[in-house]
T-cell receptor
Framework: DTGVSQDPRHKITKRGQNVTFRCDPI?????LYWYRQTLGQGPEFLTY????????KSRLLSDRFSAERPKGSFSTLEIQRTEQGDSAMYLC???????????FGEGSRLTVL | TQLLEQSPQFLSIQEGENLTVYCNSS?????LQWYRQEPGEGPVLLVT?????EVKKLKRLTFQFGDARKDSSLHITAAQPGDTGLYLC???????????FGKGTSLLVTP
């Protein structure tokens, strides 16, 4: 399967713990996006990478959130000191250069107790 | 953030009926996409429309981009239970990289 893959698919954690999600984009896609989606809402943009450079961050991305794409391939999204409001589906997507169409992974669902 | 309003929010119809869902904004987009999402999965791209007034057909689905590139519609003919899902529109801004999504229309088609 050469689609976007995310790991883990599900994560349950206690409030205050740190969590990290990983995204492996489609290999020839140099653009990578993180979105967050809560029940009944559309995906909300978090951050965008072009190769290894983080070019755009949403105001939704508080200081507790950090994303990296060290070698321009896979990316990680870390949430420190999780809060119950962080419970959501975290979606990763990738795209080709100069193409608007996004290819999404299946998402990582986070539940903070 | 350029807001996209989708209507209706929920739609429940019987198999064989026709329906139209709408995506509206006060902003102009360079292109607009429609995605379908099933529970527990990521959105899957259905179509991209680029030119104002453009109409694209995908089997029983017809997509239209408004002349002013601010709105779009999705029409489904003879809906089937397999069409059930969350339909999301997303707009590409002229500046910035973020694709902005609407809240979606949740469609349920019953046999």
């Amino acid at each position: 399967d050469t689609g976007v893959s995310q790991d883990p698919r599900h994560k349950i954690t206690k409030r205050g713990q740190n969590v990290t999600f990983r995204c492996d984009p489609i290999s020839e896609h140099n653009r990578l996006y993180w979105y967050r989606q809560t029940l009944g809402q559309g995906p909300e943009f978090l951050t965008y990478f072009q190769n290894e450079a983080q070019l755009e961050k949403s105001r939704l991305l508080s200081d507790r959130f950090s994303a990296e794409r060290p070698k321009g391939s896979f990316s990680t999204l870390e949430i420190q000191r999780t809060e119950q409001g962080d419970s959501a589906m975290y979606l990763c997507a990738s795209s080709l250069p100069s193409k608007a169409e996004l290819f999404f992974g299946e998402g990582s669902r986070l539940t903070v107790l | 953030t350029q807001l996209l309003e989708q209507s209706p929010q929920f739609l429940s119809i019987q198999e064989g009926e026709n329906l139209t869902v709408y995506c509206n904004s006060s902003s102009v987009f360079s292109s607009l996409q429609w995605y379908r999402q099933e529970p527990g999965e990521g959105p899957v791209l259905l179509v991209t429309v680029v030119t104002g007034g453009e109409v694209k057909k995908l089997k029983r689905l017809t997509f239209q981009f408004g002349d002013a590139r601010k709105d779009s519609s999705l029409h489904i003919t003879a809906a089937q239970p397999g069409d059930t899902g969350l339909y999301l529109c997303a707009g590409s801004p002229y500046s910035g990289y973020a694709l902005n999504f609407g809240k979606g229309t949740s469609l349920l088609v019953t046999p």
